[in-house]
């Protein structure tokens, strides 16, 4: 037994013992200059990115597309970044495009409407494990909006696609009141940095009330009203 | 002999099926205006279930549903030999909110089951009915509906808990949230199995209207509940 547990130590001595002196020969024997490295083609991963409005009356905000390697758009139950509250309130997506984390970034153009679809691509050099993030605000609401958070691409291989349908979230940053002063659709003031929602998280948007059902101060009607899912959203890697 | 052998094989495989498991639970309140009453977890086998959709409620899942009491139910998955978690938030859950537990399952219980009731309602619950434990060490992640169990009429009025009786059993946690007076937003309940919930209606009449809950906070869409298992 002895013997069978020395001969690994025995080996491993030696081969330390030989790589030390083969390092030493190169450092005293400056005629051997390391070949330079061609430079590696750049990889280009591409994904199309196609995002269907499933709901009769709720247009989408230009749709936000990051690629990233770590973290998340939201959580539910914790309150929302101002980046987000800023999609989720008034649909500007500036600084939700601009964050850190993102590694790549994409936007659509325009709103996104009711029965329409968009197609965006994103592009990233060398990562085939991303994660793709996308978030779009429900235009004719208080905060709601839709989105996949952290999505993760590494199983998806060239030529391959996915179909994901998506909820609606409520921001958790202002209050369903549905009324016009706080609708930016509607004429009244979008983003808003007032948190005067009864709780300050994400969670599941609870849905439109509106003017037909009810509530007389909303400025929705029967038509903004959605249920789950609101979007289908289909990624394509095509390179 | 011959069906010996047979015997022995199929036993074999079950065996290998049923194992005893370690299993990490998480489960968070997704809505954005109602609460869960206090959960039951439950591993059993696969003769025990705690509800099947299109099938009535048994008295244990009304008591759950329209009162919040989960002791019926405890009491007949311990008699089915089953393990179990009850209440693990030692409270209401509100909108938002995990809870973690853990839960050990001794062999042949190898299917899950979760209820909770959803207040305010009239008889709404959170639920998961029967999801096949993996063999497979990991994480597995899932969302939950929020059902009716057609036992109740959905009057949305200020009531009692107790089986049978109507309207909605009103705790002080929650008290101020819940109108008066209320007429009642119908008498029926023509659906007596158990189904998906079609949500509440509210009104924005805290003093009256048709249902004391409010049109703007105790409506939701499902699902309503995020579940990660673990399998250690």
Not at chain 1, 57 to 67: A, H, K
Request: proline share 5%; aromatic share 6%.
């Amino acid at each position: 037994m002895n013997v069978l547990n020395n001969k690994p130590m025995l080996c491993l001595w030696v081969c330390a013992a030989s790589l030390s002196g083969c390092f030493d020969g190169n450092d005293n024997n400056t005629a051997m200059t390391p070949m330079p490295q061609p430079e590696p083609e750049p990889l280009m991963v591409s994904y199309e990115v196609t995002v269907d409005n499933l709901t009769q009356g709720q247009p989408l905000s230009p749709i936000t597309l990051i690629l990233h390697s770590e973290g998340t758009l939201w959580e539910i139950g914790q309150p929302a970044s101002v980046a987000l509250e800023k999609v989720a309130e008034s649909g500007d997506n500036a600084d939700l495009l601009a964050l850190d984390m993102a590694m790549a970034s994409a936007s659509g153009e325009g709103l996104t409407m009711p029965g329409n679809a968009q197609t965006i691509t994103i592009n990233i050099e060398d990562v085939t494990n991303a994660y793709l993030s996308v978030a779009a605000m429900l235009g004719k609401s208080n905060d709601a909006f839709t989105g996949l958070n952290a999505q993760g691409l590494a199983g998806l291989m060239v030529g391959e696609s996915w179909t994901l349908f998506t909820n609606a979230y409520d921001a958790g940053t202002e209050a369903n009141t549905e009324n016009m002063a706080s609708i930016g659709a509607a004429g009244g003031e979008g983003f808003s940095e007032v948190r005067d929602d009864a709780r300050n998280m994400v969670t599941m948007h609870p849905g439109i009330v509106s003017m037909d059902d009810g509530l007389a101060t909303s400025a929705l009607t029967q038509e903004q009203r959605f249920d789950n899912p609101v979007a289908r959203i289909r990624i394509t890697r095509t390179q | 002999m011959k069906y010996t052998l047979v015997a022995l094989a199929g036993m074999s495989v079950l065996a290998s099926t049923a194992q005893a498991a370690d299993l990490d639970i998480q489960i968070q309140n997704i809505s954005h205006g109602v609460y869960f009453a206090p959960l039951f977890i439950s591993a059993h086998n696969q003769d025990m279930y705690l509800f099947k959709l299109g099938e009535a409620a048994s008295p244990e899942l009304q008591a759950m549903a329209e009162g919040g009491n989960i002791a019926g139910l405890a009491e007949m998955a311990s008699a089915m030999g089953a393990d179990s978690v009850e209440n693990p938030a030692q409270g209401p859950m509100s909108p938002g909110m995990t809870v973690m537990t853990s839960l050990s399952t001794s062999e042949g219980n190898t299917w899950l089951s979760v209820t909770g009731m959803m207040v305010p309602t009239n008889d709404g619950f959170v639920g998961l009915n029967s999801w096949e434990i993996p063999t497979e060490a990991g994480s597995y992640e899932f969302y939950l509906q929020g059902y009716d169990a057609g036992t109740e009429a959905n009057d949305e009025i200020r009531g009692s808990g107790a089986p049978g009786v109507p309207g909605l059993p009103v705790l002080p946690f929650f008290d101020a949230e819940v109108g008066q007076n209320g007429t009642g937003v119908t008498t029926t309940e023509n659906n007596p199995v158990v189904h998906i919930h079609r949500g509440s209606i509210g009104d924005t009449d805290m003093q009256g209207g048709s249902s004391d809950l409010d049109s703007s906070r105790h409506r939701w869409l499902n699902p309503v509940a995020k579940v990660t298992v673990t399998v250690n």
